[in-house]
């Protein structure tokens, strides 16, 4: 008999085999479902999106693919660059839109601004900020957000963030994904173009998304497969590797910050463990002791798993309506049969 126990091979996927099945389904959604003729893509440096736009070169061909690249005033240099060159190794159009000065136009660096200085007054031109969650311990943790910042001298401070404060700056700052989506559907529009949304399993799973932001998308190639599974088809798909071992980021805030430190209890390979085996019914006992962590520490991700499930389901809604119209059901019905269900 094979070995049975619980670890990383779980996750195991044959990659070449996946890829041609989700260039298959996609191809079928854009073309006979959306009845759309190519797709647009946000490039933003990280191995999900070069996952995504390779994926997408593969289901519809690199010539009816449009590889968008928006920094802002606070998104890394390095993100371009690496979006760069993932659109020119598959050959694709490119646009570069500049959202700084939509940004500082709608209020959204003035408001984050506003935000912290609640917290420390003294922000101002040359300081730099993130919002963290603690790390997990043995047990439970409280998901309440701190703020960091870093003076011009290089100080760093960090104090917990009130509930006023937290709500205001999120909603600043998401205006970033949601000017990113808009510009991605202008060009989704002019070209008569889909648009694919990035989100692998975690952030799909657990409400890491904004709201007709980043959450807002025709297609989501990847939504069902677990980071690891995004890093196999990476390889797979011959993604630079510069992109590959690039820690995961929000690139989002002016300081650097990690994908586990703002919102998930680990980092990614652990958490992946941890997701499939919650969604497996996995002892927490079993994947500890493949993780070295201790049943307790598991039970709380657990815990914090549905708790997170339960604080973003209204991110999975679409808008409600007081009596269903059952003539647009019926034709959304009769799409999903001629279209197939991927």
């Known amino acids: 008999m094979g070995d049975t126990r619980f670890g990383p091979s779980v996750l195991a996927i044959d990659a070449p085999a996946e890829a041609c099945r989700i260039a298959r389904a996609v191809e079928s959604q854009v073309l006979a479902r959306l009845h759309r003729r190519g797709l647009v893509v946000g490039v933003s440096g990280g191995v999900d999106s070069a ?23 606070d998104s890394s240099p390095e993100s371009l660059a690496l979006g760069k060159m993932m659109a020119a190794r598959l050959g694709l159009a490119t646009e570069i839109v500049d959202l700084g000065p939509s940004l500082e136009a709608s209020g959204c660096y003035a408001e984050q601004t506003a935000a912290i200085r609640t917290v420390f007054p ?46 205001r700056l ?57 980071k690891t599974q995004v890093y196999a088809l ?6 630079p590797l510069a992109i590959r071992s690039r820690p995961p980021t929000t690139d989002t805030y002016s300081l650097a910050q990690t994908q586990d430190e703002f919102y998930f209890a680990l980092p990614y390979p652990a958490m992946d463990l941890c997701l499939w085996g919650k969604n497996h019914g996995t002892d927490p006992a079993e994947v500890g002791a493949a ?52």
């Open 51 to 73: 996952v995504v736009v390779a994926l997408a070169a593969l289901a519809v061909g690199g010539a009816r693919v449009l590889a968008l690249l928006m920094p802002e005033r």
């Open 234 to 239: 990476a390889e797979h798909l011959e993604v």
């Open 122 to 167: 003294e922000y101002g031109d040359g300081w730099k900020s993130k919002v963290v969650l603690p790390p997990l311990v043995d047990g439970d943790r409280l998901n309440v957000f701190s703020l960091v910042v870093e003076s011009p001298t290089g100080e760093t401070r960090r104090s917990r963030l009130p509930v006023d404060a937290f709500r």
């Open 170 to 226: 999120v909603a600043a700052t998401n205006m970033k994904q949601r000017t990113r989506k808009q510009i991605e559907y202008f060009h989704a529009d002019r070209l008569g173009f889909a648009v694919a949304g990035t989100p692998n399993r975690l952030e799909y799973d657990q409400g890491f998304f904004v709201k007709n932001g980043d959450g807002a998308a025709d297609v989501k190639p990847i939504a069902h497969l677990y």
């Open 291 to 342: 993780l070295g962590m201790t049943r307790e520490a598991v039970a709380a991700v657990y815990r914090d798993i549905d708790r997170k499930r339960r604080a973003t389901r209204y991110l999975h809604e679409r808008p409600l309506l007081v009596d269903p119209v059952q003539e647009i059901e019926r034709e959304l019905d009769l799409g999903l049969e001629h279209a197939g269900r991927p």
